[in-house]
C-alpha cells in the first residue's frame, strides 16, 4: 500500500461540523484524513482537500477499509451510544484496520471506561487512561461541554438519568505480534 493511500486520523462519529478534521487537515495537507456521521454534512461546512467526510454508520463504513490502511483512529462519545456487541465489533474493526502499532483514541465517561478497556484488551490492544484535561473537556464545541454540561435536555432520553462524570481518553495500541527466530 502506497503512503497516499493510508488515512492518517479516521474520526468516528464526528459529528456534522468536524472540527477537528478540518483544523488537522489545514496544518497537515499532505495527509489523508476521514470524518464519518450518521448525519450528513453541515451545508455551510467546507473542508479541506485533503479531507473527507462520510455520510454513514460507523460500523458499515468501517468495513469497507482494507487491513492495516489507518494510521489513528479516533472516537469521542461513540461507545456510550452503541450495545455491548456493536462494541465488540466496532472495536475489531479498529484493529483490521490499524496498521502496526497504530493507536486508537476513545473519550467517554468514566463509568465505561474499564469495561471498553477489557474489551480492548480481548482485541489485543494495550492500552492506558487518562482524564481530560479541563481545557480539552470544555473546548467550545466538545460534546462533553456543549451536551452534558451547557445543554443536559438535549442528552438522550436513555443516558439523562446517568451522572455526569469527568470524561476519560483511553489510549489504545495494536501490538505488533513478536516473530519467533530460528536458532
Known amino acids: 500500500m502506497k503512503e497516499s493511500d493510508t488515512i492518517h486520523f479516521l474520526d468516528l462519529g ?3 461540523i468536524p472540527d477537528r478534521v478540518r483544523e488537522l487537515a489545514w496544518h497537515h495537507p499532505k495527509r489523508q484524513f476521514v470524518a464519518v456521521d450518521q448525519h ?7 473542508l479541506p482537500s485533503n479531507a473527507k467526510y462520510v455520510e454513514s454508520d460507523v460500523i458499515q463504513y468501517m468495513k469497507t477499509l482494507r487491513e492495516g490502511s489507518v494510521r489513528i483512529v479516533n472516537a ?8 455491548e456487541e456493536q462494541i465488540r465489533e466496532l472495536i475489531g474493526h479498529v484493529k483490521r484496520v490499524l496498521k502496526s502499532n497504530g493507536k486508537a483514541y476513545f473519550s467517554e465517561d468514566r463509568q465505561n471506561i474499564e469495561d471498553i478497556r477489557k474489551m480492548l484488551h ?3 490492544f494495550t492500552t492506558f487512561a487518562r482524564d481530560l484535561t479541563k481545557k480539552e473537556a470544555e473546548k467550545p464545541k466538545t460534546f462533553f461541554n456543549e451536551v452534558r454540561i451547557q445543554r443536559p435536555q438535549h442528552w438522550r432520553e436513555s443516558r439523562k438519568e446517568l451522572p455526569v462524570t469527568w470524561p476519560v481518553r483511553i489510549v489504545a495500541t495494536k501490538r505488533i505480534k513478536a516473530t519467533r527466530q530460528k536458532d
Open 76 to 83: 469521542d462519545f461513540l461507545l456510550n451510544e452503541m450495545p
Open 122 to 124: 480481548e482485541h489485543g
Open 14 to 16: 464526528s459529528s456534522q
Open 40 to 46: 450528513p454534512l453541515w451545508p455551510e461546512e467546507k
